[in-house]
């Protein structure tokens, strides 16, 4: 599965951005998709996944009430809509794929898009 981030920016706290996830291959529908983060200094952190099918999602808790992961499974595109930035939000956001529930089982990694919160 290759995977292509995008949507990545400047924004003030509280402000919102989408992030795009494109994955193309063999066997994308049978995997899950979601987006990690690293922050500079931190270790890479799970942030939230979908199913292709059946609609079961998770986001993590320092996340839950301003991020929401959705999928088009017609453009097999993944998004991740970020509102009520914050500072610490700050980080470059990865896009990865693997079986569900993918939080230790990624097996594909996109490239990273950069997200920078100004306080």
């Known amino acids: 599965v290759q995977l292509q981030a995008s949507g990545g920016g400047l924004v003030q706290a509280g402000g919102s951005l989408r992030l795009s996830c494109a994955a193309s291959?063999?066997?994308?529908?049978?995997?899950?998709l979601g987006w990690f983060r690293q922050a500079p200094g931190k270790e890479r952190e799970f942030v939230a996944v979908?199913?292709?099918?059946?609609?079961?999602?998770y986001v993590a808790d320092s996340v839950k009430g301003r991020f929401t992961i959705s999928r088009d499974n017609a453009n097999n595109t993944v998004y991740l809509q970020m509102n009520s930035l914050k500072p610490e939000d700050t980080a470059v956001y990865y896009c990865?794929?693997?079986?569900?529930?993918?939080?230790?089982?990624?097996?594909?990694w996109g490239q990273g898009t950069q997200v920078t919160v100004s306080s």
């Open positions: 979908v199913r292709w099918t059946g609609g079961s999602a």
């Open positions: 990865a794929s693997g079986p569900w529930p993918l939080v230790r089982s990624v097996n594909s």
């Open positions: 291959g063999r066997h994308v529908s049978t995997y899950a």
